[in-house]
């Protein structure tokens, strides 16, 4: 998925480059978001996970997530590569922290804070 988003030109940042597999997710949201990176990811649990969630509350996160974990790396690299001009309209209008589930259709669906 990385590689497909790397030669359509987008600077991706690897969580295995930066974090060891166990790091707890409340570790690498804060340092991700202090960086100012986006993260994207196929993880849904963050508004299941309260530790999780605080993280992203207190580090200002701006999380795009797949809404179903079961793709291939191939299909999600074609959902995120479809969805980068949402995402980037996204980003310039909203800041976080938020989460944002991207479905299948591309369709972008802010699910924190939820929207009124």
Known sequence: MA???KTRGFCIQL???HFAHNAPDEKWITEVSQKQWVILTKDTASLRRPNELAA????RAREF???NANLSGGEMAAIFCQTMPAIHRFLQNHQ???I???RRSGELVQVYPERQ
């Open 3 to 5: 590689d497909a988003l």
């Open 15 to 17: 969580h295995r480059q």
């Open 56 to 59: 992203v509350i207190i580090s």
């Open 65 to 67: 997530t797949l809404s």
């Open 96 to 98: 976080g922290p938020f």
């Open 100 to 102: 944002v589930r991207i």
